[in-house]
């Protein structure tokens, strides 16, 4: 039997985040996962990919995860565009307004993950464990890990970055609130007429936004288009010319032509939020403490600052001789990490209320609100100075 300080569960973006974060503490740290966190990367770019914030890219700069990464996967994006369809309310955002090079980067969700393994893999204090759990006997002052190797592990701490349908979560009994956004998000990779300019849009229509993220390169982007399940399933069931067709209808044409790069995958969008998120020996991070919309592209970001704040936590707690087990040296990464959710989680519920739908007062709501915003520079610094993490 092998004994470690921290067992994170969860070889992705967050859990890696965490153990990277870690690194210059004197807390033993052991990953794991079913499969390798490091993949061979495909030939050609997936469509999961994640919008990364100012804060966490400079974070991961911090850490020497950044010269790992595929820099051909990874793309930096220096404006926005929002607009509410059929309407006449947008609203633009540049990186020179705010004095920066850049507002963020879309990346590879695997690409990601392998700059954060390779980093982390040379970390004397982290080692990778590829297995699942089989069992977790939790007791007063450790957990043990039956793992479907065959061998146990026994950790101080364990904590559960290992998403949405978290097992830790489930073991740890901590309780969930969850709910159905009605929305269905369709993922695929796109090639356009017009080249993106490495700028971010987002289109707000009836039935769902959509979202075109700048790969790099100059023709390729990542969609995201949430949909009613019912409009999902329609554009699903079309071939590829008619919903190339469909989706060029719904960005009015902002990039000329559409063809597909990638299949379309289609999955459901639901709201989850952990009401307890650590107890003792046990902590949630990332999607298995909650899930959002994502409509403004803050989920990765926001289980990323989850790992930062927890890491500064128990690096301080380590620091000072504290058992970093303990629910109540744990309390102060919950309250504060939960607000931060929740503020988060109320922000998406009123951006999706308001631009749901057809309603004639809406509209004009959205049309005056998105217009007046472009045009007050301190208000519209301050909604991308959110944005970027900042």
């Known amino acids: 039997m092998q004994h470690v300080d921290i067992a994170i569960v969860g070889g992705g973006i967050v859990g890696l985040t965490l153990a ?17 966190c490091y993949q061979v990367l495909a030939d050609r770019p997936t469509a999961r990919v994640s919008a990364i914030n100012q804060a966490n890219i400079k974070a991961l700069q911090q850490f020497d995860v950044w010269p790992h990464l595929h820099q051909d996967r990874a793309n930096s994006y220096t404006a926005m565009h929002v607009w509410d369809k059929d309407s006449f309310g947008d609203i633009h955002f540049s990186c020179d307004e705010m004095g920066s090079d ?16 390779q980093a982390v893999e040379a970390q004397s204090n982290v080692q990778l464990v590829t ?11 450790q957990t043990m890990l039956m793992l479907d190797n065959d061998d146990v592990l026994s950790c101080r701490l364990l904590v559960g970055a290992d998403g949405a349908n978290s097992f830790v979560r489930k073991q740890a009994g901590l309780p969930i609130t969850f709910k159905d956004y009605e929305h269905t998000a369709i ?3 796109i090639k356009t007429d017009e ?5 971010a849009r987002q289109a707000f229509t009836p039935t769902g936004p959509l979202a075109l993220l700048p790969m790099a390169e100059p023709n390729v982007c990542s969609i995201v288009w949430s949909q009613t399940p019912e409009q999902a399933s329609a554009l ?12 060029t209808a719904a960005s009015n044409s902002v990039l000329g032509t559409i063809a597909l790069e990638t299949e379309r995958s289609a999955f459901p969008l639901t709201m989850r939020y952990a009401r307890q998120w650590a107890k003792d020996g046990v902590v949630l991070v990332g999607d298995a403490a909650h899930t959002i919309h994502p409509l403004a592209g803050q989920g990765a970001n926001l289980g990323m600052q989850d790992a930062l704040a927890l890491a500064e936590s128990l690096s301080s707690l380590s620091a000072a001789g504290k058992d970093i087990g303990l629910y109540k040296h744990l309390r102060s990464y919950e309250r ?9 989680i109320a922000a998406m519920d009123g951006f999706k209320f308001l631009f749901d739908g057809n309603d004639p007062l809406k509209k004009l ?5 998105l217009s007046a915003t472009d045009k007050l520079t301190t208000i519209k610094n301050a909604f991308v100075s959110h944005a970027m993490g900042l």
């Open 20 to 36: 990277a974060a870690l690194k210059d503490s004197e807390l033993n740290i052991a990953i794991i996962d079913k499969s390798p």
């Open 102 to 117: 850049t507002l963020g980067v879309i990346v590879e969700n695997q690409a990601l993950v392998n700059a954060l393994a």
């Open 131 to 141: 297995a699942g759990i089989d069992r977790v006997l939790a007791g007063p002052n």
């Open 187 to 189: 993922v695929a990779n």
């Open 195 to 199: 080249p993106h300019n490495n700028v």
């Open 236 to 247: 699903m069931a079309l071939d590829d010319d008619a919903f190339c067709h469909a989706l």
């Open 336 to 344: 504060s990490r939960k607000t931060e959710a929740t503020k988060m």
């Open 365 to 369: 709501v959205r049309g005056i609100g």
